[in-house]
Protein backbone atom coordinates (compact mmCIF):
# COMPACT_ATOMS: atom_id res chain seq x y z
CA UNK A 1 0.00 0.00 0.00
CA UNK A 2 1.13 3.57 -0.82
CA UNK A 3 1.70 5.72 2.14
CA UNK A 4 3.79 8.52 3.49
CA UNK A 5 5.23 8.38 7.50
CA UNK A 6 6.36 10.82 9.60
CA UNK A 7 8.45 9.14 11.86
CA UNK A 8 8.28 11.94 14.88
CA UNK A 9 5.38 13.12 16.67
CA UNK A 10 6.97 16.39 17.70
CA UNK A 11 10.46 18.23 17.24
CA UNK A 12 11.78 21.11 19.43
CA UNK A 13 14.31 23.16 17.85
CA UNK A 14 15.76 26.34 19.71
CA UNK A 15 15.26 29.76 17.79
CA UNK A 16 18.09 30.58 15.17
CA UNK A 17 19.01 27.16 15.12
CA UNK A 18 18.41 24.79 11.45
CA UNK A 19 15.23 22.51 11.83
CA UNK A 20 14.47 19.36 9.92
CA UNK A 21 11.01 18.01 9.96
CA UNK A 22 11.16 14.09 8.58
CA UNK A 23 9.28 12.25 5.88
CA UNK A 24 9.53 9.19 4.16
CA UNK A 25 7.23 7.82 1.61
CA UNK A 26 6.95 4.01 0.43
CA UNK A 27 4.95 4.57 -3.32
CA UNK A 28 5.17 2.80 -6.64
CA UNK A 29 6.03 4.93 -9.83
CA UNK A 30 6.81 8.69 -9.52
CA UNK A 31 6.26 10.44 -6.18
CA UNK A 32 4.10 13.60 -6.21
CA UNK A 33 5.63 15.00 -2.78
CA UNK A 34 3.58 18.07 -0.86
CA UNK A 35 4.64 19.29 2.28
CA UNK A 36 1.60 21.51 4.37
CA UNK A 37 1.60 23.83 7.58
CA UNK A 38 -1.72 23.80 9.97
CA UNK A 39 -1.59 26.83 12.39
CA UNK A 40 -4.38 26.06 15.79
CA UNK A 41 -7.80 26.77 14.56
CA UNK A 42 -6.36 26.96 10.82
CA UNK A 43 -6.86 25.12 7.53
CA UNK A 44 -3.98 23.66 6.09
CA UNK A 45 -1.18 25.69 3.86
CA UNK A 46 0.68 24.87 1.44
CA UNK A 47 4.09 25.29 1.66
CA UNK A 48 6.10 23.26 -1.28
CA UNK A 49 5.70 20.55 -3.30
CA UNK A 50 8.25 17.80 -5.61
CA UNK A 51 6.83 17.17 -8.94
CA UNK A 52 9.81 16.00 -11.29
CA UNK A 53 13.61 17.98 -11.56
CA UNK A 54 15.99 19.38 -9.24
CA UNK A 55 15.99 17.60 -5.61
CA UNK A 56 16.13 20.64 -3.75
CA UNK A 57 12.42 22.33 -3.73
CA UNK A 58 12.24 25.89 -2.30
CA UNK A 59 9.15 26.95 -0.76
CA UNK A 60 7.23 29.54 1.28
CA UNK A 61 8.85 31.15 4.75
CA UNK A 62 12.08 29.60 4.15
CA UNK A 63 11.06 26.64 4.16
CA UNK A 64 13.07 23.87 1.28
CA UNK A 65 13.19 19.96 1.02
CA UNK A 66 15.07 17.71 -0.18
CA UNK A 67 13.88 14.82 -2.35
CA UNK A 68 16.05 11.37 -1.82
CA UNK A 69 15.25 8.63 -4.41
CA UNK A 70 17.73 6.65 -2.54
CA UNK A 71 16.31 6.66 0.81
CA UNK A 72 12.67 7.40 -0.26
CA UNK A 73 12.45 10.30 2.23
CA UNK A 74 11.16 14.14 1.30
CA UNK A 75 12.80 16.11 4.38
CA UNK A 76 11.39 19.42 5.57
CA UNK A 77 14.43 22.12 6.57
CA UNK A 78 15.33 25.51 7.30
CA UNK A 79 18.64 27.13 7.78
CA UNK A 80 17.09 29.14 10.73
CA UNK A 81 14.11 28.57 12.77
CA UNK A 82 11.76 31.35 14.10
CA UNK A 83 9.16 31.31 17.13
CA UNK A 84 6.57 31.78 14.66
CA UNK A 85 6.96 28.51 12.80
CA UNK A 86 5.78 26.34 15.60
CA UNK A 87 2.87 24.56 14.03
CA UNK A 88 1.66 20.97 12.86
CA UNK A 89 3.18 20.00 9.25
CA UNK A 90 2.07 17.71 7.33
CA UNK A 91 3.57 15.27 4.56
CA UNK A 92 1.28 14.23 1.41
CA UNK A 93 1.64 12.46 -1.33
CA UNK A 94 -0.85 12.95 -4.27
CA UNK A 95 -1.86 10.05 -6.88
CA UNK A 96 -5.16 9.45 -8.70
CA UNK A 97 -6.42 12.61 -7.91
CA UNK A 98 -6.30 11.73 -3.57
CA UNK A 99 -3.50 12.55 -1.29
CA UNK A 100 -2.63 10.32 1.24
CA UNK A 101 -1.39 12.27 4.64
CA UNK A 102 1.07 11.57 7.42
CA UNK A 103 -0.02 11.92 10.72
CA UNK A 104 1.66 15.30 11.35
CA UNK A 105 4.47 16.47 12.94
CA UNK A 106 4.22 19.12 15.93
CA UNK A 107 7.38 21.48 15.39
CA UNK A 108 7.53 23.83 18.55
CA UNK A 109 10.23 26.54 18.33
CA UNK A 110 11.92 27.50 21.69
CA UNK A 111 12.81 31.27 22.20
CA UNK B 1 -11.12 36.21 -3.75
CA UNK B 2 -12.35 34.60 -0.50
CA UNK B 3 -10.67 31.23 -1.68
CA UNK B 4 -12.57 28.27 0.38
CA UNK B 5 -15.06 28.84 2.68
CA UNK B 6 -17.16 26.38 5.17
CA UNK B 7 -20.27 26.85 7.59
CA UNK B 8 -20.76 26.43 10.38
CA UNK B 9 -17.96 26.60 11.96
CA UNK B 10 -18.97 24.76 14.82
CA UNK B 11 -21.69 22.44 15.85
CA UNK B 12 -23.27 19.89 18.10
CA UNK B 13 -25.59 17.40 17.14
CA UNK B 14 -27.59 15.22 19.05
CA UNK B 15 -26.81 10.90 18.10
CA UNK B 16 -29.20 10.70 15.39
CA UNK B 17 -29.38 13.81 13.84
CA UNK B 18 -28.82 14.54 10.51
CA UNK B 19 -26.89 17.84 9.06
CA UNK B 20 -25.22 19.46 6.08
CA UNK B 21 -21.89 20.85 6.10
CA UNK B 22 -21.39 23.32 3.49
CA UNK B 23 -18.12 24.50 0.97
CA UNK B 24 -17.81 26.56 -1.23
CA UNK B 25 -14.70 27.90 -3.20
CA UNK B 26 -14.47 30.79 -6.47
CA UNK B 27 -10.94 29.86 -7.98
CA UNK B 28 -13.12 27.76 -10.51
CA UNK B 29 -11.14 24.65 -9.43
CA UNK B 30 -12.49 21.47 -10.85
CA UNK B 31 -11.15 19.13 -8.10
CA UNK B 32 -12.74 19.47 -4.56
CA UNK B 33 -12.38 17.41 -1.42
CA UNK B 34 -13.99 16.69 1.96
CA UNK B 35 -11.38 15.67 4.84
CA UNK B 36 -11.66 14.48 8.30
CA UNK B 37 -9.11 15.24 11.05
CA UNK B 38 -9.00 13.60 14.21
CA UNK B 39 -6.34 14.43 17.52
CA UNK B 40 -3.77 12.85 17.15
CA UNK B 41 -4.17 11.66 13.28
CA UNK B 42 -3.53 13.09 9.74
CA UNK B 43 -6.02 13.88 7.63
CA UNK B 44 -8.66 11.13 6.10
CA UNK B 45 -10.29 11.57 2.69
CA UNK B 46 -14.05 11.12 2.89
CA UNK B 47 -15.23 11.71 -0.61
CA UNK B 48 -13.74 14.19 -3.63
CA UNK B 49 -15.38 15.22 -6.78
CA UNK B 50 -13.36 16.02 -10.38
CA UNK B 51 -16.13 17.75 -11.40
CA UNK B 52 -19.78 18.97 -11.36
CA UNK B 53 -21.47 15.61 -11.29
CA UNK B 54 -19.03 13.59 -10.69
CA UNK B 55 -17.88 12.16 -7.14
CA UNK B 56 -16.19 9.46 -5.35
CA UNK B 57 -15.61 7.74 -2.17
CA UNK B 58 -12.10 7.80 -0.35
CA UNK B 59 -11.30 6.25 2.58
CA UNK B 60 -13.68 6.78 5.27
CA UNK B 61 -16.89 7.41 3.53
CA UNK B 62 -19.05 5.71 5.48
CA UNK B 63 -22.06 7.82 7.08
CA UNK B 64 -21.39 10.58 4.66
CA UNK B 65 -23.03 11.72 1.11
CA UNK B 66 -22.14 14.24 -0.91
CA UNK B 67 -23.33 15.85 -4.42
CA UNK B 68 -21.90 18.45 -6.66
CA UNK B 69 -24.16 20.43 -9.27
CA UNK B 70 -22.26 23.26 -9.75
CA UNK B 71 -17.98 23.68 -9.85
CA UNK B 72 -18.39 26.12 -7.33
CA UNK B 73 -19.96 24.11 -4.08
CA UNK B 74 -19.39 20.48 -2.67
CA UNK B 75 -22.10 20.36 0.86
CA UNK B 76 -21.17 17.25 2.70
CA UNK B 77 -24.42 15.73 4.69
CA UNK B 78 -24.15 13.44 7.84
CA UNK B 79 -27.36 11.15 8.06
CA UNK B 80 -27.86 9.61 11.35
CA UNK B 81 -24.78 11.03 13.28
CA UNK B 82 -22.94 9.13 15.89
CA UNK B 83 -20.21 10.16 18.13
CA UNK B 84 -17.77 8.54 15.96
CA UNK B 85 -18.21 11.18 14.04
CA UNK B 86 -16.71 14.04 15.86
CA UNK B 87 -14.16 15.40 14.29
CA UNK B 88 -13.11 18.68 12.09
CA UNK B 89 -14.11 18.57 8.57
CA UNK B 90 -11.58 20.06 6.15
CA UNK B 91 -13.40 20.88 2.69
CA UNK B 92 -10.44 21.80 0.04
CA UNK B 93 -10.02 22.44 -3.51
CA UNK B 94 -7.52 22.02 -6.99
CA UNK B 95 -7.03 23.23 -10.06
CA UNK B 96 -6.23 19.97 -11.50
CA UNK B 97 -5.35 16.48 -10.23
CA UNK B 98 -2.29 15.13 -8.52
CA UNK B 99 0.68 17.35 -9.47
CA UNK B 100 -1.29 20.19 -7.70
CA UNK B 101 -1.72 21.96 -4.50
CA UNK B 102 -4.98 22.18 -2.56
CA UNK B 103 -6.30 25.09 -0.95
CA UNK B 104 -8.32 24.67 2.44
CA UNK B 105 -10.84 25.81 3.86
CA UNK B 106 -10.86 26.83 7.49
CA UNK B 107 -12.46 23.70 8.43
CA UNK B 108 -16.06 22.77 10.90
CA UNK B 109 -15.45 21.45 14.55
CA UNK B 110 -18.69 18.58 14.98
CA UNK B 111 -19.49 17.21 18.39
CA UNK B 112 -21.74 14.68 18.33
CA UNK B 113 -23.13 13.71 21.60
Known amino acids: AQSVAQPEDQVNVAEGNPLTVKCTYS??????LFWYVQYPNRGLQFLLK??????LVKGSYGFEAEFNKSQTSFHLKKPSALVSDSALYFC?????????FGTGTRLKVLA | NAGVTQTPKFRILKIGQSMTLQCAQD?????MYWYRQDPGMGLKLIYY???????DKGEVPNGYNVSRSTTEDFPLRLELAAPSQTSVYFC????????????FGPGTRLTVT
Open chain 2, 92 to 103: ASSSSGDTYEQY
Open chain 1, 27 to 32: VSGNPY
Open chain 1, 50 to 55: YITGDN
Open chain 1, 92 to 100: AFSGTYKYI
Open chain 2, 27 to 31: MNHNY
Open chain 2, 49 to 55: SVGAGIT
